[in-house]
C-alpha cells in the first residue's frame, strides 16, 4: 500500500539538569532494547547525539533525528526532564510527537535512582498546553522499558494517520447527486487540517478516459481482473472499459498530485456516469481502495477522508458502507437470536453497490447495479461486486464536518456477523453493542449522514487519539447500557 505513510520514530531521551544524567541513559537503553525485542526495530531510530538537557541540546537531536529522516517523535521522560526543552522538542519538530516516562524500577534505589519522572510528566504536559503544542499522551504514559515499548508501537498507527492528513490530497469529481444533501459539507475544515482538495467537473473526468481509448497498458489491466474474479467474473465484456478508467484514475492521480504524496478520491458515479461512461465504477473502485487508495461513491469529500484516516490506522483495505437496513425480524430469530449475544436493535445490514475490496468479501461477483437498472438499461449499469462481507470484527467510523465547519466524529466497534444477507451488492450483517441507541442518540442526533466508513478488525482506540489529536472534542461511541447518552430520556 505505498499510499499509506512509513513511519519512522526518532526518540529522544531527556534529563533535568539536578538528576543524573545516567538515568536517562541507561533506561532509553533498556527502552530500545525491549523495543526491538518484541517489534520491527525499523520501526525507531535511538537519536544517540545527546540526552536533552537544554535548547542547545534541543536543537541537536532535532538536527539529528531530521537528517535519518524521522517524520515522527517520542520525547522520553528518563527522570524529571527539562519541562522548556522537552516541549520544544515538539514544538520544533515537524510532525506528531508523543510523550512518554519511566517508571521507577526497585525500592532498593529510591534515592539516587529515583527519577521522578512520574512528577516530570505533569510539567510537560503543562507547558505543552501554554504553548499550545499538540501531543499525544497515553492513557497512562508513564512505564517500563517494555510498557513503554508497548505504548510507542501504540503511536504507530496515530502517527501514520496524521502524517498521511498532511500530505493528503482529495481529488474530487463532480458535484453530489441530486438529494445527497447528506454528503454536503464545507470544505473549510479540510483546509485547517492540513488537507488539500482538487474540485473537478465529470466533464473533466470524462475528457481524460476518451483519451485512454485504446491505451496499450489495458490488455494487461484486463488479465488482472480476470486473475482477481475468477469464477465471479460474470461480465467479462465491460471488462476492457473498467481497465481504461482504472488507467485514467491512475494517471490523473500521477498527474495532479502536486506537491502532495498521497491521494484518495470521490466521484460523482450517478446518473449520468452510467449513460456516458457506458458502465459503473464500483469495481475499480474497490481495486485501488485495495491498494491504499479509497474512493468514496456519490462525492463525499469526508467519506473518503475518514476511509483514508482507517487505511493508514490499519494498513489494510477499508470500505465506505451505507448504514442501510434493519435485519428482518425472521433473519434475525432463525440465525443470530440464541447464537450471538447481540439484540434485534444492535443489528442491521451495511451495504453499498459494490465498492468493497475482493479480499473483505466471502466470495465476489461481477454484476449489474440492481438499484440503478430500474431506471436504466442494464448493460450500462454493469460494474459492481457483489458479495457477502467476510465475518469478523470491525470498526465503524466518521470524521465530518458540520455546516459551521466545527469537526466532529464516531467510532462504534462490532463485528460482521457470519450470516448470509440473501441481498445483493457489498453487503453484511453487522452487530454492534447498543447500536440502536448509537443510532438515535449519536448519528440521528448529532446529523452525520448514511456514509459510515468501515476499517476491518477493532482501531477504535488510535482513530479516537487521530481524532484528539486532530483537535476534535466531539467524538461520539457507543455508550454501554446505563451510560445515558445527554439527548436520551431517561424514562424511555
Known sequence: MNNIPKVKIGIVAVSRDCFPESLSVNRRKALMDAYRAKYDETDVYECPVCIVESEIHMVQALEDIKKV??????????NFGPEISETLLAKHFDGPAMFVAAAEESSTDLCQGRGDA????????????????????????????EECADMIHEFLPIARAIIGLKSLKIISFGPRPLNFLACNAPIKALYDLGVEIEENSELDLFEAFKKHEGDPRIPDVVKDMEKELGEG?????????????????????EEHKGYREY???????????????????CYVNSRLASRGIPVSCEVDIYGTLSEYIGACVSEDAVTLLDINNSVPADMYEDDIKGKFNYTHHDTFMGFHCGNTASSKLTSCSMKYQMIMARNLPEEVTQGTLEGDIIPGDITFFRLQSTADTQLRAYVAQGEVLPVATKSFGSIGVFAIPEMGRFYRHVLIQKNFPHHGAVAFGHHGKALVEVFRYLGVEDIGFNQPKGMLYPSENPFA
Do not use: H
Not at 120 to 132: E, I
Not at 240 to 252: F, G, M, N, S, V
Open 69 to 78: 529522516g524521522c517524520n515522527a517523535l517520542v520525547v522520553y521522560l528518563g
Open 118 to 145: 512520574y512528577c516530570g510528566m505533569l510539567n510537560a504536559s503543562y507547558n505543552l498546553k501554554l504553548r499550545n503544542i499538540k501531543a499525544y499522551i497515553p492513557e497512562y504514559p508513564v512505564g517500563t522499558a
Open 233 to 253: 467474473n460474470k461480465k467479462p465484456e465491460v471488462l476492457p472499459k473498467l481497465a481504461q478508467y482504472e488507467l485514467t484514475l491512475l494517471d490523473w492521480i
Open 263 to 281: 491521494v484518495t478520491l470521490t466521484g460523482k458515479c450517478w446518473p449520468a456516469f452510467q449513460t456516458q461512461f457506458g458502465f459503473v465504477p
